[in-house]
């Protein structure tokens, strides 16, 4: 069985703060792999803002070269949107049912995890890797001592998808922000103008 940790998000574009967790948690955690998991609509997100699903999943793939560990994951991309958490969870353990699935999130979404579909019945069936965020909302107090909730005291760096998103808008440099290629195919793409 391999234990697989899955890191959702709509990576619209992927950055070096994504990079940054899943390669701590590559390191750090114990998992075998790290999947992205590209997520088409978040039901927390508008939608018209989003790259075309190829292009984001193009980028992940080009940020992840030479990363083993690190696969990007479109199974969200067939499944009926928005996409819940919970659907997507279970979708992957019946299609890969020798894995085990660990679920990745930062602590702002831990502040928010009673709002979620089906909470509870995703910490009866999945652990949760919780890793800080500068801004975060007040977690309620039954998921801080929670036997399925592993909260890792990490470093990380902190970017905004919307702050790099306006930068390419206004013609503002990306260094430290997302890995150059991803800059190469954005300039090539032009998709914020």
């Given amino acids: 069985m391999k234990n697989i940790g899955l890191f959702f998000g709509s990576f619209n574009p992927i950055h070096l703060g994504h990079l940054a ?4 948690f590559v390191e750090n955690s114990g998992l075998e792999e ?3 998991v590209i997520s088409p609509q978040s039901p927390f997100k508008e939608k018209n803002s989003l790259m075309e699903n190829k292009h984001r999943l193009a980028m992940v793939e080009i940020a992840i070269v030479g990363k083993p560990k690190l696969k990007a994951c479109s199974e969200e991309f067939d499944l009926s949107t928005p996409n819940y958490t919970v659907d997507t969870l279970d979708h992957l353990k019946k299609k890969y049912p020798k894995n085990q699935f660990t679920l990745l999130m930062g602590q702002d979404n831990m502040a928010q995890f009673e709002r979620w579909k089906e909470h509870n019945q ?3 069936q999945f652990h949760l890797f919780i890793y800080p965020r500068s801004q975060s909302g007040i977690i309620p107090t ?10 890792f005291e990490a470093s990380l760096m902190e970017v905004s998808a919307t ?4 930068a390419i ?25």
Avoid: M, S, V
């Avoid at 039954?142 to 909260?151: D, N, S």
């Fill in 169 to 193: 808008k206004n013609k503002k440099p990306l260094t430290n922000l997302i890995p150059p290629q991803i800059e190469e195919y954005l300039e090539k793409l032009n998709p914020y103008h």
């Fill in 34 to 36: 790290i999947w992205l």
């Fill in 122 to 124: 995703i910490l009866d």
């Fill in 163 to 166: 702050e790099i998103r306006n």
């Fill in 21 to 24: 967790i899943a390669d701590f």
């Fill in 142 to 151: 039954r998921f801080l001592k929670h036997p399925k909730i592993h909260y």
